[in-house]
């Protein structure tokens, strides 16, 4: 551990926080603007939708050398510089003048995003351990939470002063700011004395090594598409709030609040039932109510044609909270598959939840966003791939699943939030 001084505590989960927030703001921001880039570039719904899946795709590649490079140049390079980049990218995202162009900018945003995230980690674990770890990164994952319901809200009110442009300027001057404060306020948590040497092809080897272990597989799957089913909603968001609800771009908080309200409450359950409850229970309770919220979602849609507020957006509530209540513990379970190289799995989980999403975003979200009820037996689908993923993990693993576990505490720190 690097012990902080007095002012870099102070400063460490307000930056890391703010690092966080990134990669979500990256990807809400822009939902009220559609129309106008849609207008201004002659694309429809599917191409706009591929700003997401672009952005999410290069995101997901780099989430796995973000830790490496950072393990062989220090922390504050890796941060600085990735925050420097995506403000280049913005500013360039900003005088677009094809839609190819502001592709390519969202793929080079979506490179440099998760080094705050995966990055900032990294630095909690260098610097923190056990209950203050544990401490500092619910902080930094409140933040994240929140972030949905705040980045349309922005996005919607910086289009009068400068449309589609504006929001990427303002993207630019955040992360500006933010480089300069890392840079100034950021101590170095990872010293020479320990880095070690990039090496491309022997990191590649150690992820694939990992489809070795039979359990590997239930777990990845389960826990990195239990998001997807409510992400299908969120990439959605554009169709759903403009199209089918008929409500302006000021009105994407009655999508985003009850999915931001679902996940913080799943959150606190999930800490509440460590202690009391084993890991199974805690699974098995998350799946009942992503499959309950699965269930309002399909008799919803199909008893209203036309979806109606509040009622049409109120299973997302329970979906969050299922969502949170399974993650948790499933990635504790993956990571302790592999406890030597717990920071090359979390990465590889990443990979795979942030790929899935591209593709949620990319593909599925076009071809299912035109009625409630498409969505609907879309994200319900997707739950039940990981109920059986889940069930899977149950009939491989031999070895009974320890109580525990769940209160791992050197584990949970390493946890982050659904992306």
């Not at 826990?223 to 609800?245: E, K, M, Q, T, Y």
């Amino acid at each position: 551990m690097n012990p902080p001084s007095r002012t870099a505590r102070r400063s460490l989960p307000w930056l890391l926080a703010a690092l966080s927030m990134i990669g979500p703001f990256s990807i809400d921001a822009i939902f009220p603007a559609f129309p106008l880039v849609g207008a201004r570039f002659q694309v429809d719904d599917a191409a706009l939708q591929q700003l997401i899946s672009v952005y999410l795709l290069t995101y997901a590649a780099m989430s796995l050398f973000h830790g490496a490079i950072s393990d062989a140049i220090g922390r504050k390079p890796v941060m600085v510089v990735g925050m420097l980049v995506y403000a280049l990218a913005s500013g360039l995202a900003a005088v677009s003048g094809s839609f190819a162009m502001l592709l390519a900018c969202r793929a080079l945003q979506g490179a440099c995003a998760g080094a705050g995230l995966v990055v900032g980690r990294a630095v909690i674990r260098d610097t923190f351990e056990g209950p203050a770890a544990q401490r500092l990164m619910s902080q930094v994952m409140m933040i994240f939470g929140v972030s949905p319901v705040i980045a349309p809200m922005v996005g919607a009110w910086l289009l009068p002063l400068g449309g589609w442009h504006g929001i990427f300027w303002f993207l630019l001057l955040f992360t500006l700011l933010l480089a300069a404060a890392v840079a100034i306020w950021l101590e170095e948590s990872h010293p020479p004395a320990r880095r070690t040497t990039f090496a491309l092809r022997p990191l590649l080897a150690g992820y694939l090594s990992f489809g070795r272990d039979r359990p590997f597989w239930p777990l990845l799957i389960s826990s990195s598409v239990n998001f997807a089913g409510l992400f299908l909603f969120i990439a959605s968001a554009p169709r759903i709030v403009l199209d089918l609800l008929h409500l302006s771009a000021q009105d994407f908080p009655w999508l985003f609040v009850p999915v931001v309200v679902g996940l913080i409450s799943g959150a606190w359950l999930s800490g509440r039932l460590a202690d009391r409850r084993s890991v199974r229970f805690t699974v098995n309770l998350g799946y009942a109510v992503m499959l309950l919220a699965c269930t309002l979602h399909v008799s919803l849609a199909a008893a209203l044609p036309q979806p109606r507020l509040p009622w049409s957006m109120l299973p997302l509530v329970l979906h969050g909270v299922g969502v949170q209540l399974a993650f948790p513990t499933l990635t504790l379970l993956l990571l302790d598959r592999f406890p030597q190289t717990r920071g090359g799995i979390s990465s590889v989980q990443a990979f795979a939840s942030l790929l899935l999403s591209s593709v949620v975003a990319g593909v599925l979200s076009p071809l299912l966003s035109s009625t409630m009820l498409s969505l609907a037996l879309g994200s319900s689908s997707l739950t039940l791939i990981g109920v059986a993923a889940w069930y899977w993990y149950g009939r491989i693993s031999r070895v009974p699943i320890a109580p525990g576990l769940a209160r791992d505490v050197e584990l949970q720190a390493q946890i982050t939030g659904p992306r």
